[in-house]
């Protein structure tokens, strides 16, 4: 086993892999930015390490100053989390001529799974049903237009080497063609750099649902069945749960037989997850599904697979890269209860879902039977604008579905946030309906059922008048805007608190 381990990420999944750390007996040590400068990981690390500017180019998304990191702190193996570098085969690559094991995937898997055509004949080679579309690059509007009529409107436009909701453009018929090929190319190239696209037919109401798999470097593979995906915002997933109110024994093995072949295709090791498209509104039962992509890195979602089977996954990804094999077999699988996994975001909900940074002047975490909220920020911690607002994840689980509804609905009541508007509005509304609450789920449920009409108070509206009051009692105590309290601000700048800065240079 490794001796110290460099985590090449920030916010709660950097404590989250802090932690699996801590069970191994490795020795964890972050990076950080100067926009973290004072977070959660910081303090809880053995070492921090600066590498540069608040901006993600500046610093996360820096290959050379990573390893630089973990040459200088003689770490002998880099997880990357998700997110940032964490799928990018330079990476793995500059690991290995450091000589610093790479916590995941070989880059020859990354690089056939990033390829969106590519990852799409490798499946479809492997017996895999793949959802219609083209075959090759796109290249010309004559091109697009030719190959839409072919499969028959509505179609998706994405962009190749697209992920996380980025690069996908809905096209309902050929007038709106020109302007989405331009734009989803553009779109395409800022930010992957890479502007090609191709197209897919577009499923009307998918249930968006991934299956965990797990592989070691002695051939062992396993998968540890599915999540349910579909409460999505702008193609992102908000809340997710295991198992699949949808999915049936039949339709668990077939998922998991077809996650299994796409992780073979590839020579798959390490974590990563298949996600699928399920056809719900067909007549067919099991109801077809489609191969949409994997992802080769641990997913923001792990938790409620890991509090239904019982498996720490973070733990097992490291031990996977230390050379051990897996520490349990396909038929020792079991899935107890359910799970909900619900992300705390500094969001507006009711505006859209805009970003709110700003500073936490109030935090009281919930917990208690079945609880868990994996966070990665602390009272007094200034929520970043140059990064994904995540403030935690979190989980309850049940015996079943509805107990673990209930549980997180009151998980949902105990959790207080003051400085920033949450998502939590949000999920009361979520929770309380009863489509959600029957299982009837798609990927446009959020904007079917209205839940972005500014109604969004929770089941009675006491908890969001409750942090308004908070927060304007707070600012009138203090006779200032908290966030800018000295007292309060100097408490968390003080440096006896972070023992473990490499540098201490800075305000």
Sequence with gaps: MFKK??????????????????????SPVVVYSEADRYSL??????????????????????????????????????????????????LVNACTDAGVVFVGPSAASIESMGDKLRSRSLVAAAGVPVVPGTENPVATLEEAAESSREIGYPIMLKASAGGGGKGMRLVRNEDQLRSAFQMTRGEAKAAFSDSTVYLEKYLERPRHIEVQVLGDRHGNLIHLGERE??????????????????????????????????????DYTNAGTVEFLVDAASSARPAPFYFLEMNTR????HPVTEMVTGLDLAREQIRIAAG???????????????????????EDS???????????????????????????????????????????KLVAHGRDRAEAIQRMRRALDE????????????????????????????????????????????????????MAALYHYLEAREGSSPDSTPGRRSRWKDYNRFPNLDSLEGP
């Excluded at 990191?69 to 997880?79: D, I, N």
Aim: glycine share 10%; hydrophobic share 40%; net charge negative.
């Design 298 to 301: 641990l997913q923001v979602e």
């Design 415 to 466: 959790y207080k946030v003051a400085g920033v508007r949450t998502t939590i509005p949000f999920f009361h509304a979520v929770l309380g309906h009863e489509r959600f609450l029957g299982g009837d789920l798609h990927t446009h449920f959020i904007d079917e059922h209205g839940l972005l009409s500014g109604t969004l108070q929770g089941s009675d509206g006491r908890l969001p008048r409750m």
């Design 41 to 90: 990981a910081v303090q809880l690390a053995d070492q921090a390490h600066p590498i540069g500017g608040s901006t993600a180019s500046e610093s996360y998304l820096s290959v050379d100053k990573i390893i630089d990191a973990a040459l200088a702190t003689g770490c002998e193996a880099l997880h990357p989390g998700y997110g940032f570098l964490a799928e990018d085969e330079s």
């Design 5 to 26: 381990l460099l985590i090449a990420n920030r916010g709660e999944i950097a404590v989250r892999i802090i932690r699996a750390c801590r069970d191994l007996g490795v």
């Design 350 to 392: 009711a505006n859209n879902f805009y970003p709110s940074p700003g500073g936490i002047t109030l935090l009281s975490e919930p917990s208690g039977p079945g609880i868990r909220n994996d966070s990665g920020v602390c009272e007094g911690y200034e929520i970043p604008l140059e990064y994904d607002p995540l403030i935690s």
């Design 324 to 346: 051990e094999k897996l520490s349990l077999s396909q038929d020792d699988v079991t899935w107890r209860g359910a799970a909900i996994e619900c992300r705390i975001y500094a």
């Design 229 to 266: 995906c579909s409460i999505q915002r702008r193609h992102q997933k908000l809340l997710e749960e295991c198992p699949s109110p949808f999915v049936g024994p039949e339709m668990r093995r077939d998922l998991g037989e077809a996650a299994l072949a796409v992780a073979r295709a590839v």
